[in-house]
């Protein structure tokens, strides 16, 4: 019996492009309420409201019609995973620094959790930071694979 340890794939720049793309698909946070309500997913992009039917809207959108403080931390953790995805292109050209990419996807995580754990405070509201998870787990995949390259 051969000993098989699972190892994470190389990081081309094809793969951490594709990964760190992905982080900006995945709903940043799931905000639920506890009055049995439609939650709603919040993405980088914008945001995906069900009810009274499938609602998408964008973030710009969300500038020009409300004054909510959770605004801003969510234009920060947006704009760092965008910083990511241009760090990460520079793969191509052989100018990435993987602690960089990493970084700016912990940074971006960071300010995410910040912004569903402020929209969990609110009466009968729960935020899961889920895009967190996924920021993270490709931050650590970045780094952890550059400090074996």
């Given at each position: 019996?051969?000993?098989?340890?699972?190892?994470?794939?190389?990081?081309?720049?094809?793969?951490?492009?594709?990964?760190?793309?992905?982080?900006?698909?995945v709903?940043?946070?799931?905000?639920?309420?506890?009055?049995?309500?439609?939650?709603?997913?919040?993405?980088?992009?914008?945001g995906?409201?069900?009810?009274?039917?499938?609602?998408?809207?964008?973030?710009?959108?969300?500038?020009?019609?409300?004054?909510?403080?959770?605004?801003?931390?969510?234009?920060?953790?947006?704009?760092?995973?965008?910083?990511?995805?241009?760090?990460?292109?520079?793969?191509?050209?052989?100018?990435?620094?993987?602690?960089?990419?990493?970084?700016?996807?912990?940074?971006?995580?960071?300010?995410?959790?910040?912004?569903?754990?402020?929209?969990?405070?609110?009466?009968?509201?729960?935020?899961?930071?889920v895009?967190?998870?996924?920021?993270?787990?490709?931050?650590?995949?970045?780094?952890?694979a550059?400090?074996?390259?």
């Amino acid at each position: 019996m051969t000993d098989t340890v699972l190892r994470p794939p190389r990081p081309t720049p094809w793969r951490v492009l594709a990964a760190v793309l992905a982080c900006g698909l995945v709903p940043w946070s799931v905000q639920t309420f506890a009055d049995g309500g439609v939650p709603f997913l919040r993405f980088a992009w914008g945001g995906l409201s069900f009810a009274p039917v499938l609602y998408a809207r964008t973030l710009p959108e969300y500038l020009a019609l409300s004054g909510s403080p959770l605004l801003v931390p969510w234009i920060v953790a947006a704009a760092c995973w965008v910083l990511a995805v241009a760090s990460a292109s520079l793969a191509f050209v052989g100018r990435e620094d993987p602690r960089v990419t990493a970084g700016l996807l912990v940074l971006a995580g960071a300010v995410n959790a910040s912004v569903a754990v402020r929209f969990g405070l609110q009466p009968v509201r729960t935020g899961y930071p889920v895009g967190t998870l996924a920021l993270w787990a490709v931050a650590a995949w970045r780094y952890r694979a550059s400090a074996r390259e």
